[in-house]
């Protein structure tokens, strides 16, 4: 990768490795308090040089990266993972809800069978 300038602005770096989709965006999360660089709340135009730890949170979900490499561009997404390590942690498997299935063509559900429905539904058993 060809070097970069040592620091650049933080919702421009956010934008340009690709972790929101316009740099308004980016700007808008900074705002707004949801970007945090080293632990600090952080403005949009703070500065962002490798080492930093970087924590987003966007669509409520909170990533954290650790900045490895300074771009001011976008580029690819094959290039943009290069320029950051991602330290977020892994998230819980989440177990699947049961899904309710009747057979195609059989009528409509019994009084009986609106409430197995119905307490599918609402208990998710």
Not at 23 to 30: L, P, V
Not at 40 to 53: F, L
């Amino acid at each position: 990768m060809p070097p970069g300038p040592p620091t650049t602005r933080v919702d421009r770096w956010l934008w340009a490795v690709r972790l929101t989709k316009t740099r308004a965006e980016a700007a808008q999360a900074c705002r707004g308090g949801h970007v945090r660089i080293n632990d600090r709340t952080a403005k949009p135009a703070a500065p962002v040089g490798p080492g930093d730890v970087v924590r987003l949170h966007t669509h409520g979900v909170t990533r954290i990266v650790e900045v490895a490499h300074v771009i001011e561009k976008r580029v690819g997404a094959p290039i943009a993972v290069r320029c950051y390590v991602d330290n977020t942690p892994a998230r819980p498997p989440q177990a699947a809800a049961p899904v309710a299935y009747r057979p195609r063509g059989a009528g409509r559900p019994t009084k009986r069978d609106r409430r197995r429905l119905d307490r599918l539904r609402t208990e998710g058993f």
